[in-house]
């Protein structure tokens, strides 16, 4: 690792091979974790190659823990995380909006490391217990269209640095592997990323894969739909910037986003959107991203008939419902 870490202290890349071996060996407690740190840190410093984001995705993969759902052709919604915005749980809820309108979500998520509260630390807080096993999550997909993978289950390397991601409390390339390690490799994704950069670093990444995904980025810097700016969208078939306004949604200040200060109040916003008692710029953001979802699901459809579907199934409550099925399934 030291003869590396100078390699790559010199502005010098890893290749693919070079990568999957160096996660293996984090996974397998090869390292300490000063050097682990120091690893992190080479890439807060400077953008990760495609080689080395594939190399690391290569390495989770095959040591991930299978979830064999492809039966349910389903979506993940997630973002990158570390756009240090904290906000409220947008991408968890849109995911029970998308499944309350009769689409299959897998979410993969985890414990917030650079925000509030994280996927996993609001469905906890509801009483949920994380599972692995395969009945399980095909019984919480029949009962209610969603089940949910948390990332520690069925990924050890993603375990082994949670610890140092913990107390680092900035975003790390791990924010970035996150979305594209879905044990399940779910048929269809939505990811929200925070820069260009990663903008198009996903997209060239997907585009080598079989996933049919759907790419956003918040040209103001959050890693999902905030309707605060202009944002761009990239599928396999084209890239597209939309305004609020084009899509018929008003413009959301960035304090209407927050996730609060505690998870306690993190999970009362995100129960709020639920219930349909949430703000309006709260509501919006939701039914923004699902209906962004949804579309990657069924490009043929505009993108107000998907904002119709997941208005109705949030306004008329079935996104609630969703929810508190899986509660009881997953509890």
């Known amino acids: 690792m030291k003869d590396l870490l100078y390699r790559l202290f010199e502005h010098q890349y890893m290749d693919r091979s070079e990568a999957q071996k160096v996660l293996a060996g984090i996974a397998a407690g090869k390292y300490n974790s000063e050097q682990v740190s120091a690893l992190i840190t080479v890439f807060l410093m400077r953008s990760i ?78 009483g949920v217990r994380f599972t692995d096993d395969p009945d399980r999550l095909r019984a919480s997909l029949d009962a209610c269209r969603i089940a949910y993978l948390h990332a520690p289950l069925f990924n050890p390397a993603m375990k082994a640095v949670a610890p140092i991601r913990r107390n680092l409390a900035v975003r790390t390339f791990f924010n970035l592997l996150g979305p594209l390690v879905n044990p399940a490799l779910p048929k269809y994704q939505l990811l929200g990323v925070y820069n ?96 962004f979802a949804i579309r990657v699901i069924c490009p043929e459809k505009e993108v107000a008939e998907c904002l119709d579907e997941a208005r109705e199934s949030l306004l008329g409550g079935k996104a609630a419902a969703a929810f508190r099925k899986f509660v009881e399934i997953n509890s």
């Open 49 to 126: 190659s495609v080689e080395e984001l594939a190399g690391f995705r290569d390495a989770l993969l095959e040591m991930r823990r299978p979830a064999d759902l492809s039966a349910y052709e389903p979506i993940d919604i997630v973002g990158t995380g570390g756009d240090g915005k904290n906000t409220f749980n947008i991408s968890t809820a849109a995911s029970f909006v998308v499944a309350g309108a009769g689409y299959n979500v897998v979410k993969h998520g985890n414990y917030g490391a650079t925000s509030v509260s994280g996927a996993s630390n609001v469905i906890e807080r509801h």
């Open 196 to 291: 260009l950069s990663l903008f198009r670093l996903y997209n060239y990444a997907y585009q080598s894969g079989g996933t049919r995904f759907g790419v956003v980025y918040s040209m103001d810097g959050y890693d999902e739909i905030s309707l605060t700016s202009e944002f761009k969208v990239a599928t396999p078939e084209k890239e597209q910037v939309f305004t609020p306004e084009q899509i018929g949604l008003g413009r959301c200040r960035p304090e209407e986003l927050s996730g609060g200060d505690t998870p306690e109040e993190a999970a009362r916003i995100f129960d709020s959107v639920l219930n349909n008692t949430a703000t309006a710029a709260r509501r919006d953001c939701v039914v923004a991203n699902a209906a």
